[in-house]
């Protein structure tokens, strides 16, 4: 199974990243995506997104020739599908981009190519993703009428790497094949080969759909559980951050940390597309989607206390809040779905013309927080009235926190 041509479509966090490592291997990589701008900055050899050493690898590639960027499908032996799912306003997946992406490598696929579908999907995507294909096919034949005979063969490979370790993680992270027949498996097993140093475990497609949302589902219901904790803590005059270090000293316990919220596209969205496919059943999931979400409000509860409490010693007093960190986890400039954006911009509703944030990694101001906040240096931060930690950025653990008065730390770095 020799693979000549890899086109990788949709060219953000995974598939930029996927692109780049297959080209390194000395692969010819089509990347697509319908982002011109995207396009050109790849094919000037530069990147549109933040991932530490991507810049070099992409730039290797693109010099040597290895990977070009095009908005419009070309003919290739392998497609990878890396396009966002998110949620529509009621929680249910929108599989918009997978359609479209589908549809839009219908009219290049031939005899043998392999389709892989990488994007978290719901379970049945990758089943209906090759539903679309045959649709606008009829010359071709796919796994769902023609099993092991298929012309096109189908998989889903869900990518599960860390953001900020992708280019490590790409390579040594395990991967779950699942292909909707065994030799669709075997021909994805062998793509993944090129790069991947973990194992590549084979399921079937629905399997391998679901496995990857229970990962972070598993992680969206530990965090609940640590979130919950620091609420009953607060409650009890507990330290959460000390009592958690004790318990997971036992051998069997690893409790996660407690935080403003969960943020990025990945844990606060994945949970979802279990419970919107079993509504009545997902009863932890759904809880813990609503612990995670509703923890910001808990937030800036406790900064409304901590105000309350400098006003009733001197009502008259011009309070500033400094806020530490936007981004959606430490040490990274993500802001997606950031608790910390909606915590400052919550805040600075309430008290407007009184916020301030600080964060060594953003340069500029979401367009959200445009006019309701403004931008400044930590050392700033550090003269507010009340300071509050949103994000446990290296910079922040560095303050000397035994002098600090007035704080709100939602990480836990001040003890
Ligand atoms: N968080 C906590 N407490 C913790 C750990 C995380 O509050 O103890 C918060 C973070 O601050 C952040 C959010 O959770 O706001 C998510 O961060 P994360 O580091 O847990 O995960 P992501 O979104 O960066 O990446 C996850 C990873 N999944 C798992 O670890 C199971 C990654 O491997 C996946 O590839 C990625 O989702 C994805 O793309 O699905």
């Given at each position: 199974m020799s693979f000549e041509t890899i086109s990788v479509i949709g060219l953000g966090y995974i598939g930029l990243p996927t692109a780049a490592v297959f080209a390194s291997r000395k692969k010819k990589v089509i990347g697509v995506d319908v982002n011109k701008n995207?396009?050109?900055?790849?094919?000037?050899?530069e990147i549109h997104i933040v991932e530490p050493d991507l810049d070099m690898v992409v730039h290797a590639a693109v010099t040597e020739g290895y990977l070009k960027a095009v908005t419009v499908p070309e003919p290739a032996d392998a497609f990878l599908i890396a396009v966002p799912t998110p949620f529509k306003g009621d929680h249910e997946p929108d599989l918009g981009y997978i359609e479209?992406?589908?549809?839009?490598?219908?009219?290049?696929?031939?005899?043998?190519?392999?389709?892989?579908?990488?994007?978290?999907?719901p379970v049945g995507a990758t089943e209906q993703m090759a539903a679309w294909m045959a649709e606008a096919r009829p010359d071709l034949t796919f796994p769902q009428t023609h099993g092991e005979e298929s012309d096109i063969r189908v998989a889903h490979c869900p990518e599960r790497v860390l953001p900020g370790h992708v280019l490590r993680e790409l390579v040594q992270n395990d991967r779950v094949i699942g292909g909707m027949t065994t030799k669709c498996s075997d021909k994805a097993a062998a793509?993944?080969?090129?790069?991947?140093?973990?194992?590549?475990?084979?399921?079937?497609?629905?399997t391998a759909e679901m496995c990857k949302l229970t990962?972070?589902?598993?992680?969206?219901?530990?965090?609940?559980?640590?979130?919950e904790l620091?609420?009953?803590?607060?409650?009890?005059?507990?330290?959460?951050?000390e009592l958690i270090r004790l318990a997971n000293r036992h051998p069997r316990v690893n409790i996660l940390q407690p935080g403003p919220g969960v943020g990025g596209h990945c844990i606060a969205v994945d949970p979802w597309f279990i419970v919107s496919k079993s509504p009545a059943e997902s009863k932890i999931i759904r809880a813990a989607r609503e612990v995670n979400d509703k923890k910001p409000e808990w937030v800036?509860?406790?900064?409304?206390?901590?105000?309350?409490?400098?006003?009733?010693?001197?009502?008259?007093?011009?309070?500033?809040?400094?806020?530490?960190?936007?981004?959606f986890k430490a040490d990274i400039d993500d802001i997606r779905e950031s608790p910390a954006v909606e915590i400052c911009k919550q805040l600075s509703a309430r008290y407007p013309g009184r916020v301030l944030v600080a964060d060594p990694n953003v340069a500029d101001l979401p367009n959200e927080l445009l006019g309701l906040t403004e931008l400044v240096d930590v050392a700033e931060i550090l003269k507010a009235d009340v300071i509050v930690v949103l994000v446990d950025h290296k910079e922040f653990k560095k303050l000397d926190w035994a002098n600090i008065k007035c704080y709100v730390d939602t990480r836990g770095i001040s003890c």
């Open positions: 995207a396009v050109d900055t790849i094919n000037r050899g479209s992406a589908s549809k839009a490598i219908a009219p290049v696929l031939k005899r043998g190519d392999l389709v892989i579908l990488e994007s978290t999907s793509l993944y080969k090129t790069f991947v140093e973990g194992e590549c475990v084979i399921t079937n497609a629905r990962e972070n589902s598993f992680r969206d219901v530990n965090i609940a559980f640590a979130n620091s609420i009953i803590c607060d409650k009890l005059d507990i330290n959460v951050w800036l509860h406790k900064i409304d206390q901590k105000i309350n409490d400098l006003l009733a010693m001197d009502k008259d007093m011009d309070i500033v809040i400094g806020c530490l960190g936007l981004s």
